[in-house]
């Protein structure tokens, strides 16, 4: 495989030590503390978004014992191997990833099943991670819920984090927890996930702002909760591949961003009312 | 069960419908990556009751699970290196075993629905808490419309094993007798 | 006194154990029994946050089991329903602070003192997920009608049953009209899936996010549906069969029919 290469600006400020001739992709964990907040479907949708825009990604499931990245994605019948039989050397790698069904560009690497967090060598994982980026654009880190080991494994070896919050308080306290564990030199970004606009205005749910005033972190995205995630899940077919989702829409601008892009509109169309959608549209707009 | 008769009137499935054939297959897979022990039983007694007809390579041979789009099936691999004039009794085995394993007829049952069992099965005491294998073969019965795992008359030349771990029945229903509870 | 020591598990994070241990613990409460709730999710505590006690933490489980304090001098009672307490967890240690057998000698102490233990256990299946179920004696496993939740469950499900754990099901924030046009499945579906004994039914209600924001669970509040509920649960749980309600009936309260052999 041909090694990536990546625009050396965008490696140096991840990485200072590597030599900047050795290109290479960028690796980040999807975590966020609390559970349900929708790490896993942020991942999938993120990932299928950035290989539909011709990006070389490889998707990494670290919850081992509960792995979902491969049923969200639709592909667990082609799961055959899992990351700890690529950590213990039991297989090579390529037999382990799994080709996604709709786009060459992006390959599954399942979680474990049966068995522990535990298990996961955290070196060995750090040296998988760092061969996953000489070979693709993107190493995705789907991280499980908690701050425990499986915590502490999946963001070993990843050079970046995107926090995914949802605007409930008990979500922004462990949001706010895990800021506080990772590296100190990181700058990890946010999404808010599952905002409903209505609710926000009448005042039964936090807004972006009053999460962000706790996290105080560059906002990646923005997505409101839609019934259609569960039917994308049911179906197995990420929401980032449907030109008429707005959820799928909100993850195309959110993969657009980290591929470097500029962003014109907003994530969240909502219709304009006291003037959320301009707050909103603020927000997003003021971020570089 | 998804009953994939309702999927011939209509073209496309509900996604609920897909949701829960999925989580099926699934949860089928994962109970089968759960329990090698019974896996490597079920191997053992599969080679034994092959070898009573055929001479067969056991170091050699093979017994997976493939999981595929809509079933599971088990595929056994097993190299054969020569016929016996007669079967083999099944009492009198090639393998040396600790203990004389339960012979695999015994241990085939046709697949019911899966819900009407489940309606009809009342509540059972508590027994061991470790998974039982189940070894069901999906036949497609002529007469009726076909259920789930079975597809019709390409499955019908070939058995397929389709095998459920099957979870400890539940205890009784709690009652609020504290201090029945240890 | 020998009170029932109660584990709720999910495996998946997010399907609403918390707000489940709360709002059950409340409706027992308010039946008259003596609850005690117990948050084991060290490090990433929020059964407070739901009661809306998290200021008045003064002691927690970690320094319980270490011998720090009293256990009553750490648990919290609730201002509102006076035989509902709290043992909040830690928050600044880790779930490896506390091991199985601290657990059920606090469990065990617990016991003596309440009708009800019911402990809040957190997401995976690791450690913490252990240590919960150290304690307890039966299960209620809560999930919602996705995938994902379904086969966290499923697994959890396993482990209980390996460890003799008695286990009913909570199926939580079903969306009925979603059921309805088969886009969601079905509580029947979820518990032919799982082969579990249905305890109750929750459907989605999006008051549940205000209440926790303000502290207050929901079953507080009479005029809401929710709190008919998980009265409903608590008295199921009770030992009395109560029919389950109709999610999907144009008047809430006005058709009840039998779900299950309950009972």
């Not at chain 1, 609390?34 to 990494?60: I, Q, S, Y």
């Not at chain 2, 170091?59 to 088990?74: L, N, S």
Request: hydrophobic residues 45%; neutral net charge.
């Amino acid at each position: 495989m041909r090694a990536f290469d990546a625009a050396p600006e965008a490696q140096s400020e991840l990485d200072p030590i590597a030599p900047p001739a050795l290109a290479r992709g960028r690796a980040i964990v999807i975590t966020s503390g609390k559970g349900g907040v929708g790490k896993t479907t942020t991942t999938a949708n993120v990932g299928a978004a950035l290989a539909a825009a011709g990006k070389r990604v490889v998707l990494v499931d670290a919850d081992v014992g509960l792995r979902n990245l491969d049923i969200v994605l639709g592909l667990e019948s082609r799961v055959k191997y899992h990351l700890l039989d690529v950590l213990e050397e039991k297989v090579e790698l390529d037999e382990a990833l799994v080709r996604d069904k709709r786009s060459d560009n992006l390959m599954l690497l399942a979680a474990a099943q049966t068995r522990e967090k535990e298990d996961v060598v955290t070196a060995a994982m750090k040296a998988l991670i760092e061969r996953l980026r000489e070979r693709f654009d993107f190493v995705l880190i789907d991280c499980p819920a908690g701050i425990e080991m499986g915590f502490k494994n999946a963001v070993a070896g990843a050079g970046h984090a995107i926090i995914v919050c949802t605007p409930e308080v008990s979500a922004v306290r462990d949001a706010d927890r895990v800021v506080g564990l990772l590296p100190s030199s990181w700058r990890p970004e946010l999404i808010v996930n599952r905002l409903r606009p209505q609710m926000v205005r009448k005042g039964k749910m936090l807004s972006v702002e009053d999460v962000n005033a706790i996290l105080r972190l560059p906002l990646l995205g923005v997505i409101a909760d839609e019934p259609g995630v569960i039917v994308a899940t049911n179906k197995g077919e990420p929401l980032a591949l449907d030109p008429t989702s707005e959820t799928g829409a909100a993850y195309r601008a959110i993969a657009a961003k980290l591929a470097g892009e500029e962003v014109a509109a907003p994530v969240v169309r909502v219709a304009p009312s006291n003037g959320l959608f301009g707050k909103l549209g603020a927000l997003f707009g003021g971020r570089a | 069960m998804l009953d994939f008769f309702k999927s011939l009137f209509r073209p496309v499935p509900s996604s609920g419908e897909t949701a829960k054939e999925r989580l099926r297959l699934v949860l089928l897979s994962d109970h089968l990556s759960l329990a090698p022990d019974v896996i490597d039983s079920l191997k053992r007694d599969l080679l034994a009751v092959i070898s009573r007809y055929v001479e067969i390579d056991q170091e050699h041979a093979d017994v997976t699970f493939e999981h595929r789009d809509r079933e599971i099936a088990m595929l056994a691999s097993v190299p054969i290196t020569g016929v016996r004039e007669r079967p083999r009794p099944s009492g009198d085995l090639p393998f040396a075993e600790a203990e004389p394993p339960p012979s695999l007829d015994a241990a085939v049952v046709a697949v019911a629905e899966r819900a009407a069992s489940l309606e009809e099965a009342p509540p059972q005491p508590a027994s061991e808490p470790e998974p039982a294998l189940e070894l069901a073969v999906t036949v497609p019965k002529p007469a009726a419309p076909p259920r789930a795992g079975a597809n019709g008359a390409r499955r019908r030349r070939r058995k397929k094993y389709a095998a459920q771990p099957k979870r400890a029945p539940q205890n009784p229903p709690l009652n609020g007798q504290a201090s029945a509870q240890a | 006194m020998s009170g029932r020591r109660i584990v709720i598990t999910s495996g998946k994070g997010g399907v609403g154990k918390t707000t489940t241990t709360a709002n059950l613990g409340a409706a027992l409460a308010k039946r008259g029994q003596k609850v005690v709730l117990v948050d084991t999710d060290i490090g990433l505590r929020n059964l407070d946050l739901v009661l809306g006690v998290e200021k008045r933490i003064v002691f927690d489980l970690v320094e319980v089991v270490e011998g720090r304090c009293q256990l009553r001098q750490a648990l919290i009672r609730d201002k509102r329903l006076p035989s509902l307490s709290l043992l909040p967890a830690a928050q600044t240690r880790d779930k490896e602070a506390v091991s199985e057998a601290q657990m059920a000698r606090v469990a065990e102490e617990l016991a003596t003192m309440a009708d009800y233990v019911l402990f809040d256990c957190p997401a995976g299946i690791e450690h913490g997920f252990r240590n919960a179920v150290a304690g307890a004696r039966e299960a209620i496993v809560v999930t919602t009608p996705e995938v994902s939740a379904i086969r966290d469950a499923d697994r959890v499900v396993g482990k209980l049953t390996a460890a003799a754990l008695p286990l009913r099901l909570i199926v939580n924030r079903v969306r009925p009209e979603m059921v309805k046009t088969g886009d969601m499945m079905s509580v029947e579906d979820v518990c032919e899936i799982l082969q579990a004994e249905l305890l109750g039914a929750v459907p989605e209600d999006e008051e549940v996010i205000d209440t926790t924001n303000r502290g207050e669970p929901i079953v507080l509040d009479e005029n809401n549906r929710l709190a008919a509920i998980y009265d409903k649960i608590a008295r199921r749980l009770g030992g009395e069969i109560v029919p389950f309600t109709n999610l999907s009936a144009p008047g809430l309260f006005g058709r009840l029919f039998t779900l299950w052999k309950a009972g």
